[in-house]
Every structure is written in C-alpha cells, then in structure tokens.
C-alpha cells in the first residue's frame, strides 16, 4: 500500500481562492478522476464542501467524488455524511483508509492546503499538475524539499505538466 496525495498548483504555489480552484481546467479533473478512481480519497471537511458546492449538491447527502470511499477530516464530532467515513485527523483517517486498500493498492489524499501541509511527511508519493502561471489565491500548496524527492514522470501538456514525485529513500 502507499500514500499520495495529489494536486493542481500554479506557478506561485496557489492551489485555491476562497472555496474555490481559480482555474478550470478539464483535462485536469479528468487526470484526477482516472487517478482516484476505486480508491480511498481524503479530504478535510472544506474540500469536501467545496466539491459539493461547485457540482450543486448537498454534502449532507454524501460522497463528493462517487466511486470512491469519501474520507473527511473535521473537529466537528458532530459532522454527519451518508456514505462517508468522518475521522477526527489525518492519522485516523489513513487508518480507515487502509480497510479499503490491499498491499497494492493506494490511498489518495485530495487536499486542501491544511491537509496537504500535514501529509506532506506522510505521504510516498506526490500527484502535481503544474500550472505554468501564476494566480491570484489565498489557500497554497507547501513548498517542499527538492531534495527528499525524485521526479519520477512528467507528461508535459499546453500550459501545464502532470508531474509525479516519489519520496527519496524512504
Ligand atoms: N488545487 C487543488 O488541487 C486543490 C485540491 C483540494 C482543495 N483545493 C482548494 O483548497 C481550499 C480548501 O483548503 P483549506 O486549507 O481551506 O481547507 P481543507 O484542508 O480542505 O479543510 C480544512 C478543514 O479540515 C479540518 N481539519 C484540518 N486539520 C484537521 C485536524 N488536524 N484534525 C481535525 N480536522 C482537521 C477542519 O475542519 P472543521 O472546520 O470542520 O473542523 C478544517 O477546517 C479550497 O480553495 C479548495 O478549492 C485545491
């Protein structure tokens, strides 16, 4: 089993402006469908929220993404989705994960900025799409150390490039 978690940044580390990614780029979210798809996905509470308000639906009837185990992190024990499992951390939440995941599998970690901030020293691998320009936004992706990873892929695209980064010697 491994641990990802995977993300679109801009040029200037923006990954969210308000409730909201400031750009739309659908080969991105197809990329992120393909990625996810069938496996565990976490998000904090916000995350989830947001999808549900950009595809119009009400978090309180359930998973954000279908076909996959919705995840939520929040401190509110009182946090109620159908079909979703509520976990009080990230720890908790990798943990519930691992029920739905054989040694083979992966457990995908979907933002947002909190949540990327506290998993970037958990996770094996890093799922970027780097956006060739900067953006106005207030929620960034952490910078990270160039040296504890190694660029394994990059599908260069028009303005952007898929890039997938291991962790070094882990
Ligand atoms: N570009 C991308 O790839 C991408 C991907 C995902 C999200 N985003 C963007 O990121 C933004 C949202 O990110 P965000 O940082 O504001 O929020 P977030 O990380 O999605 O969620 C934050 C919430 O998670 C819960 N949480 C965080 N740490 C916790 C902990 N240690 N224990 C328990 N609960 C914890 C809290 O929920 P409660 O308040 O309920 O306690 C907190 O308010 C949006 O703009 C979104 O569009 C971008």
């Known amino acids: 089993m491994i ?3 995977i993300a679109a940044i801009s040029k200037n580390h923006v990954i969210g402006l308000g409730d909201r990614i400031p750009w739309h780029i659908p080969e991105d979210f197809k990329y992120f469908k393909e ?6 996905i976490i998000f904090g509470r916000a995350t ?5 308000k950009m595809k119009g639906t009400n978090p309180n009837t359930g998973s954000a993404l279908p076909k996959r185990k919705n995840i ?15 976990c009080a951390s990230l720890d908790d ?4 994960a691992k029920n739905y995941v054989d040694d083979t599998q992966e457990i995908m970690i979907c933002g947002g900025g909190q949540i990327y901030t506290q998993a970037m020293d958990i996770v094996d691998r890093m799922y970027i799409t780097i956006i060739d320009q900067d953006y106005d936004g207030d929620v ?3 910078q990270w150390d160039d040296d504890k990873w190694t660029l394994t892929s990059s599908d ?3 303005g ?7 962790r070094v010697n882990k």
């Open 72 to 86: 939520i992190i929040t401190r509110n024990d009182g946090y109620r989705a159908d079909d979703c499992i509520i």
């Open 93 to 96: 939440a990798i943990n519930a």
């Open 160 to 166: 952007y490039a898929f890039n997938i980064y291991d």
């Open 35 to 40: 990625k996810t798809l069938g496996k565990p």
């Open 48 to 52: 989830f929220e947001s999808i549900h």
């Open 156 to 158: 260069r695209q028009a």
């Open 140 to 142: 960034f992706f952490p």
């Open 3 to 5: 641990i990802s978690l």
